[in-house]
Nanobody, 129 residues
Framework: QVQLVQSGGGLVQTGGSLRLSCAVS????????MGWFRQAPGKEREFVAG????????YYVDSVKGRFSISRDTTKDTVPLQMNSLKPEDTAVYYC??????????????????????WGQGTQVPVSS
């Protein structure tokens, strides 16, 4: 089993920055694939960024490239998501997710939510214009 506990978030103005964090606990976390997703009102859950714990390899959706950064802290077992240059269209509930996805791969980071078995509690991120 894997447990994910999110922290951070809050109201931010357009152009501002915010840092979310996901604390990961459980067995064999070094073979996990981690993801950050978001869901705006009336929309489907959307992949934002992902990371392979075993390699540090990352992948981003085009709309956040150059603005968001996902990383892992192997001493604290956390996965932060640094969000810069925020826009009103970034407003959503953000979710941390994890899954044991092709443990032999160092690069496979799927965007489909169904691939991830474990989810954090969600964090509201409103971006005011």
């Amino acid at each position: 089993q894997v447990q994910l506990v999110q922290s951070g978030g809050g109201l931010v103005q357009t152009g501002g920055s915010l840092r979310l964090s996901c604390a990961v606990s459980g067995r064999t976390i070094r073979t996990l694939t981690m993801g950050w997703f978001r869901q705006a009102p009336g929309k489907e859950r959307e992949f934002v960024a992902g990371l392979r714990w075993n390699s540090g390899n990352t992948y981003y959706v085009d709309s956040v490239k150059g603005r968001f950064s996902i990383s892992r802290d192997t001493t604290k077992d956390t996965v932060p998501l640094q969000m810069n240059s925020l826009k009103p269209e970034d407003t959503a509930v953000y979710y941390c997710a994890a899954g044991y996805i092709d443990r032999s791969s160092y690069t496979d980071i799927p965007a489909a939510p169904i691939k991830y078995n474990y989810w954090g509690q969600g964090t509201q991120v409103p971006v005011s214009s």
